[in-house]
Protein backbone atom coordinates (compact mmCIF):
# COMPACT_ATOMS: atom_id res chain seq x y z
CA UNK A 1 0.00 0.00 0.00
CA UNK A 2 1.50 3.31 -0.57
CA UNK A 3 1.14 6.80 0.55
CA UNK A 4 -0.02 10.18 -0.70
CA UNK A 5 -0.58 13.49 0.50
CA UNK A 6 -3.93 15.11 0.23
CA UNK A 7 -3.99 18.40 0.59
CA UNK A 8 -7.65 19.24 -0.72
CA UNK A 9 -8.80 23.02 -1.93
CA UNK A 10 -8.21 26.28 -0.02
CA UNK A 11 -10.56 27.95 2.66
CA UNK A 12 -9.71 31.39 3.07
CA UNK A 13 -6.77 31.37 1.63
CA UNK A 14 -3.21 29.21 0.82
CA UNK A 15 -2.22 26.84 4.31
CA UNK A 16 1.24 28.10 5.86
CA UNK A 17 3.92 25.61 6.28
CA UNK A 18 1.64 23.90 3.54
CA UNK A 19 5.43 23.36 0.97
CA UNK A 20 7.22 21.94 3.68
CA UNK A 21 5.05 19.18 4.50
CA UNK A 22 4.80 18.47 0.81
CA UNK A 23 8.41 18.33 0.45
CA UNK A 24 8.93 16.16 3.63
CA UNK A 25 6.26 14.05 2.45
CA UNK A 26 8.59 13.55 -0.68
CA UNK A 27 11.78 13.15 1.49
CA UNK A 28 10.17 10.33 3.59
CA UNK A 29 9.00 8.37 0.53
CA UNK A 30 5.19 9.10 -0.40
CA UNK A 31 4.15 8.60 -3.50
CA UNK A 32 1.88 11.29 -5.06
CA UNK A 33 0.33 14.02 -3.36
CA UNK A 34 -2.99 15.96 -4.23
CA UNK A 35 -4.93 18.50 -4.60
CA UNK A 36 -8.82 19.67 -5.06
CA UNK A 37 -11.74 22.20 -5.82
CA UNK A 38 -14.90 23.42 -4.84
CA UNK A 39 -15.58 26.88 -5.85
CA UNK A 40 -13.02 28.81 -5.09
CA UNK A 41 -9.37 27.56 -5.40
CA UNK A 42 -8.58 25.68 -8.63
CA UNK A 43 -7.05 21.89 -8.57
CA UNK A 44 -4.44 22.71 -11.46
CA UNK A 45 -2.73 25.55 -10.10
CA UNK A 46 -1.45 24.77 -7.30
CA UNK A 47 -0.23 21.29 -8.24
CA UNK A 48 1.99 23.32 -11.19
CA UNK A 49 3.32 25.23 -8.14
CA UNK A 50 3.83 21.69 -6.37
CA UNK A 51 5.60 20.47 -9.13
CA UNK A 52 7.69 23.45 -9.51
CA UNK A 53 9.21 22.45 -5.98
CA UNK A 54 9.44 19.04 -6.35
CA UNK A 55 10.96 16.29 -8.15
CA UNK A 56 10.01 12.93 -7.92
CA UNK A 57 6.59 13.08 -6.35
CA UNK A 58 3.24 11.76 -8.18
CA UNK A 59 1.12 14.70 -8.62
CA UNK A 60 -2.48 14.37 -8.54
CA UNK A 61 -6.17 16.02 -8.77
CA UNK A 62 -8.85 14.17 -6.11
CA UNK A 63 -10.56 15.77 -7.69
CA UNK A 64 -10.73 18.02 -10.54
CA UNK A 65 -14.62 18.69 -11.19
CA UNK A 66 -15.87 17.83 -14.85
CA UNK A 67 -18.69 20.73 -14.87
CA UNK A 68 -15.41 22.94 -14.60
CA UNK A 69 -13.72 22.51 -18.04
CA UNK A 70 -14.68 20.74 -21.02
CA UNK A 71 -12.86 17.24 -21.19
CA UNK A 72 -10.64 18.81 -24.07
CA UNK A 73 -9.26 21.68 -21.69
CA UNK A 74 -9.23 19.39 -19.08
CA UNK A 75 -7.16 16.79 -21.23
CA UNK A 76 -4.91 20.09 -22.19
CA UNK A 77 -4.06 20.60 -18.25
CA UNK A 78 -3.08 17.27 -17.96
CA UNK A 79 -0.53 17.15 -20.85
CA UNK A 80 0.75 20.46 -20.25
CA UNK A 81 1.13 19.48 -16.10
CA UNK A 82 2.22 15.99 -17.29
CA UNK A 83 5.21 17.71 -19.61
CA UNK A 84 6.27 19.78 -16.84
CA UNK A 85 6.34 17.82 -14.19
CA UNK A 86 8.29 15.14 -16.23
CA UNK A 87 5.88 12.49 -16.35
CA UNK A 88 4.14 12.93 -13.23
CA UNK A 89 0.61 13.92 -13.38
CA UNK A 90 -2.59 11.73 -12.02
CA UNK A 91 -5.51 12.98 -13.52
CA UNK A 92 -8.37 12.43 -10.85
CA UNK A 93 -11.71 13.82 -12.21
CA UNK A 94 -15.68 14.10 -10.14
CA UNK A 95 -19.37 14.94 -11.59
CA UNK A 96 -19.68 16.50 -8.19
CA UNK A 97 -23.99 16.91 -7.44
CA UNK A 98 -26.90 19.49 -8.97
CA UNK A 99 -26.01 22.15 -6.54
CA UNK A 100 -22.61 22.80 -7.51
CA UNK A 101 -22.95 22.57 -11.36
CA UNK A 102 -25.84 24.71 -11.49
CA UNK A 103 -25.34 26.56 -8.52
CA UNK A 104 -21.90 27.57 -9.16
CA UNK A 105 -20.76 26.33 -12.39
CA UNK A 106 -24.18 27.82 -13.96
CA UNK A 107 -24.65 24.00 -15.74
CA UNK A 108 -27.35 21.55 -16.62
CA UNK A 109 -26.57 18.66 -14.21
CA UNK A 110 -26.43 15.70 -16.85
CA UNK A 111 -29.90 13.69 -16.40
CA UNK A 112 -27.62 10.65 -17.05
CA UNK A 113 -24.60 11.21 -15.10
CA UNK A 114 -22.94 7.76 -15.99
CA UNK A 115 -23.22 8.87 -19.73
CA UNK A 116 -21.92 11.79 -19.54
CA UNK A 117 -19.16 10.91 -17.39
CA UNK A 118 -17.91 8.00 -19.87
CA UNK A 119 -18.13 10.81 -22.79
CA UNK A 120 -16.11 12.87 -20.83
CA UNK A 121 -13.21 10.51 -20.01
CA UNK A 122 -13.19 9.35 -23.74
CA UNK A 123 -13.10 12.55 -25.24
CA UNK A 124 -9.71 13.40 -23.08
CA UNK A 125 -8.60 8.97 -23.88
CA UNK A 126 -8.90 10.52 -27.76
CA UNK A 127 -6.63 13.60 -27.06
CA UNK A 128 -3.98 11.76 -24.96
CA UNK A 129 -3.88 9.03 -27.39
CA UNK A 130 -3.77 11.70 -30.04
CA UNK A 131 -4.24 8.78 -32.92
CA UNK A 132 -6.70 11.31 -35.08
CA UNK A 133 -9.24 14.03 -34.71
CA UNK A 134 -11.07 14.41 -31.59
CA UNK A 135 -14.52 13.24 -32.85
CA UNK A 136 -17.64 11.41 -30.52
CA UNK A 137 -21.06 11.68 -31.79
CA UNK A 138 -22.03 12.15 -27.77
CA UNK A 139 -24.94 13.41 -26.20
CA UNK A 140 -23.29 15.46 -23.69
CA UNK A 141 -20.03 16.00 -25.22
CA UNK A 142 -20.18 15.96 -28.65
CA UNK A 143 -16.87 16.96 -30.84
CA UNK A 144 -17.43 18.48 -33.22
CA UNK A 145 -20.32 19.95 -31.57
CA UNK A 146 -23.18 20.17 -34.05
CA UNK A 147 -26.16 20.91 -31.72
CA UNK A 148 -28.21 24.48 -30.96
CA UNK A 149 -26.73 27.49 -32.17
CA UNK A 150 -23.70 25.48 -33.97
CA UNK A 151 -22.17 27.41 -37.21
CA UNK A 152 -21.47 24.47 -38.71
CA UNK A 153 -17.67 25.55 -39.63
CA UNK A 154 -16.31 23.42 -36.41
CA UNK A 155 -14.12 20.42 -37.66
CA UNK A 156 -12.68 17.48 -35.71
CA UNK A 157 -9.11 18.40 -34.29
CA UNK A 158 -6.30 16.52 -32.18
CA UNK A 159 -3.88 18.56 -30.39
CA UNK A 160 -1.18 20.21 -31.28
CA UNK A 161 1.25 18.88 -28.40
CA UNK A 162 2.19 15.67 -28.43
CA UNK A 163 1.49 14.22 -25.03
CA UNK A 164 3.79 13.19 -23.01
CA UNK A 165 2.15 9.67 -22.23
CA UNK A 166 -0.83 8.30 -23.81
CA UNK A 167 -1.55 6.45 -21.18
CA UNK A 168 -1.85 9.09 -18.12
CA UNK A 169 -3.35 7.57 -15.56
CA UNK A 170 -7.01 8.64 -14.79
CA UNK A 171 -8.94 8.23 -12.01
CA UNK A 172 -12.76 8.93 -10.94
CA UNK A 173 -14.23 10.07 -7.63
CA UNK A 174 -17.54 8.35 -7.77
CA UNK A 175 -20.15 7.05 -5.38
CA UNK A 176 -23.44 5.37 -6.58
CA UNK A 177 -22.61 1.57 -7.19
CA UNK A 178 -23.31 1.98 -10.68
CA UNK A 179 -21.12 4.53 -10.90
CA UNK A 180 -18.24 2.31 -9.46
CA UNK A 181 -18.80 -0.22 -10.80
CA UNK A 182 -18.04 2.10 -14.87
CA UNK A 183 -15.09 3.46 -13.09
CA UNK A 184 -13.77 0.13 -13.22
CA UNK A 185 -14.48 -0.45 -16.59
CA UNK A 186 -13.23 2.96 -18.03
CA UNK A 187 -10.33 4.52 -15.76
CA UNK A 188 -7.41 3.57 -14.02
CA UNK A 189 -8.46 4.01 -10.60
CA UNK A 190 -11.32 4.75 -8.34
CA UNK A 191 -11.16 8.05 -5.85
CA UNK A 192 -13.59 6.69 -2.75
CA UNK A 193 -14.78 9.59 -0.64
CA UNK A 194 -15.27 7.40 2.73
CA UNK A 195 -13.50 4.14 2.76
CA UNK A 196 -14.47 2.01 5.58
CA UNK A 197 -11.96 -1.07 6.08
CA UNK A 198 -14.90 -2.50 8.30
CA UNK A 199 -17.60 -2.19 5.54
CA UNK A 200 -16.03 -3.47 2.17
CA UNK A 201 -19.71 -5.44 1.58
CA UNK A 202 -20.49 -1.58 0.44
CA UNK A 203 -19.00 -2.21 -2.52
CA UNK A 204 -18.48 -5.79 -2.83
CA UNK A 205 -20.75 -6.07 -6.19
CA UNK A 206 -18.99 -2.68 -8.13
CA UNK A 207 -15.80 -4.09 -7.67
CA UNK A 208 -15.92 -7.51 -9.08
CA UNK A 209 -13.99 -7.07 -11.96
CA UNK A 210 -11.17 -5.28 -11.14
CA UNK A 211 -8.16 -4.69 -13.45
CA UNK A 212 -4.23 -5.38 -12.42
CA UNK A 213 -3.05 -2.36 -11.41
CA UNK A 214 -6.63 -0.53 -11.08
CA UNK A 215 -6.01 1.91 -8.26
CA UNK A 216 -8.45 2.46 -5.22
CA UNK A 217 -7.27 5.97 -3.42
CA UNK A 218 -9.63 7.08 -0.34
CA UNK A 219 -9.01 9.66 1.38
CA UNK A 220 -8.39 9.44 5.16
CA UNK A 221 -7.73 11.82 7.85
CA UNK A 222 -4.65 10.77 10.22
CA UNK A 223 -3.30 12.40 13.22
CA UNK A 224 -1.27 11.23 15.99
CA UNK A 225 -2.95 11.99 19.19
CA UNK A 226 -3.83 11.20 22.48
CA UNK A 227 -7.10 12.67 22.58
CA UNK A 228 -9.34 10.59 20.00
CA UNK A 229 -12.44 12.44 20.17
CA UNK A 230 -10.66 16.06 19.99
CA UNK A 231 -8.90 14.38 16.74
CA UNK A 232 -11.88 13.83 15.41
CA UNK A 233 -13.80 16.64 15.53
CA UNK A 234 -12.11 17.46 11.73
CA UNK A 235 -13.32 14.54 10.90
CA UNK A 236 -16.46 15.17 11.64
CA UNK A 237 -16.85 18.49 10.78
CA UNK A 238 -16.14 17.22 7.12
CA UNK A 239 -18.95 15.18 6.86
CA UNK A 240 -21.22 17.70 8.55
CA UNK A 241 -20.49 20.06 5.96
CA UNK A 242 -20.60 17.67 3.29
CA UNK A 243 -23.21 15.39 4.40
CA UNK A 244 -25.64 18.38 5.56
CA UNK A 245 -24.50 21.18 3.05
CA UNK A 246 -22.92 19.75 -0.12
CA UNK A 247 -26.02 18.69 -1.57
CA UNK A 248 -29.69 19.43 -1.78
CA UNK A 249 -31.99 17.88 0.81
CA UNK A 250 -33.32 15.58 -2.05
CA UNK A 251 -30.68 15.23 -3.80
CA UNK A 252 -26.99 14.35 -2.01
CA UNK A 253 -24.98 11.82 -2.94
CA UNK A 254 -22.28 12.04 0.08
CA UNK A 255 -25.81 11.83 2.40
CA UNK A 256 -26.62 8.61 0.34
CA UNK A 257 -23.38 7.16 0.54
CA UNK A 258 -23.76 7.34 4.41
CA UNK A 259 -26.39 5.65 4.77
CA UNK A 260 -25.54 2.79 2.35
CA UNK A 261 -22.36 2.36 4.87
CA UNK A 262 -25.55 1.68 7.64
CA UNK A 263 -25.62 5.14 8.72
CA UNK A 264 -28.83 6.11 7.29
CA UNK A 265 -30.70 7.63 10.41
CA UNK A 266 -28.07 9.72 11.15
CA UNK A 267 -27.32 10.86 7.53
CA UNK A 268 -31.01 12.06 7.51
CA UNK A 269 -30.32 14.14 10.83
CA UNK A 270 -27.65 15.78 9.67
CA UNK A 271 -29.12 16.82 6.38
CA UNK A 272 -32.38 18.10 9.19
CA UNK A 273 -29.90 20.00 11.31
CA UNK A 274 -27.92 21.49 8.75
CA UNK A 275 -30.75 22.82 6.70
CA UNK A 276 -32.63 24.44 9.24
CA UNK A 277 -28.88 26.10 10.19
CA UNK A 278 -28.06 24.18 13.23
CA UNK A 279 -24.67 23.62 11.37
CA UNK A 280 -23.34 22.91 14.77
CA UNK A 281 -25.49 20.65 16.05
CA UNK A 282 -24.86 18.68 12.80
CA UNK A 283 -21.61 18.25 13.35
CA UNK A 284 -21.93 16.79 16.22
CA UNK A 285 -24.88 14.61 15.11
CA UNK A 286 -21.99 12.66 13.30
CA UNK A 287 -21.84 9.54 14.95
CA UNK A 288 -18.13 9.18 16.76
CA UNK A 289 -18.19 5.59 14.99
CA UNK A 290 -18.40 6.38 11.43
CA UNK A 291 -16.08 9.28 11.47
CA UNK A 292 -13.25 6.86 13.37
CA UNK A 293 -13.72 3.80 10.41
CA UNK A 294 -12.95 6.00 8.04
CA UNK A 295 -9.86 7.69 9.43
CA UNK A 296 -6.68 7.01 11.23
CA UNK A 297 -6.71 8.97 14.69
CA UNK A 298 -4.84 8.28 17.75
CA UNK A 299 -1.63 7.41 19.63
CA UNK A 300 0.74 5.90 17.13
CA UNK A 301 0.31 1.84 19.02
CA UNK A 302 -3.45 2.36 17.57
CA UNK A 303 -2.91 3.85 14.31
CA UNK A 304 -0.92 0.93 13.94
CA UNK A 305 -3.32 -1.59 14.88
CA UNK A 306 -6.05 -0.24 12.76
CA UNK A 307 -3.77 0.32 9.66
CA UNK A 308 -3.95 -3.78 9.63
CA UNK A 309 -7.64 -3.44 8.70
CA UNK A 310 -6.95 -1.05 5.53
CA UNK A 311 -4.24 -3.45 4.53
CA UNK A 312 -6.21 -6.63 3.87
CA UNK A 313 -8.45 -5.09 1.59
CA UNK A 314 -8.21 -3.81 -1.77
CA UNK A 315 -7.03 -0.40 -1.07
CA UNK A 316 -3.56 0.23 -3.42
CA UNK A 317 -2.82 3.82 -2.35
CA UNK A 318 -4.08 5.85 0.85
CA UNK A 319 -4.27 9.47 0.63
CA UNK A 320 -3.57 11.11 4.19
CA UNK A 321 -5.01 14.16 5.44
CA UNK A 322 -2.35 14.44 7.64
CA UNK A 323 -2.10 18.36 9.64
CA UNK A 324 1.42 18.11 10.67
CA UNK A 325 4.96 16.51 9.99
CA UNK A 326 5.11 13.78 13.39
CA UNK A 327 1.89 12.39 11.72
CA UNK A 328 3.56 11.90 8.34
CA UNK A 329 6.39 10.43 9.67
CA UNK A 330 4.96 8.44 11.68
CA UNK A 331 2.38 6.85 8.83
CA UNK A 332 5.85 6.45 6.93
CA UNK A 333 6.98 4.50 9.84
CA UNK A 334 4.32 2.35 10.11
CA UNK A 335 3.30 1.88 6.39
CA UNK A 336 6.41 2.15 4.18
Given at each position: MRLGLALGYWGRGPAPGQLDLIQEAERLGYHSVWTAEAWGSDAFTPLTWIAAHTSRIGLGTAVAQMAARTPTATAMHALTLDHLSGG???????????????????????????????????????????????????????HPYRGEGASGLGRPLKPITHPLRPDLPLLLGAEGPRNVAQTTRIADGWLPLY?????????????????????????ARAQVCDDIAEGLLPVKAMLGFYIGGMGHSTRNFHADLMARMGYEPAARRIQRLFAEGRRDEAVLAVPDAFAD??????????????????????????????????????????VL
Open positions: RMMLGLGLSGPQVVEGWYGRPFPDSPLTATREYVEVIRQVLRREGPVELDGRFHAWSPLRTDAYRESLTALRDGFMIAPMEISLIGPRERIAERLELWRSGPVTDLLLTAPDPVTLRTLAEL
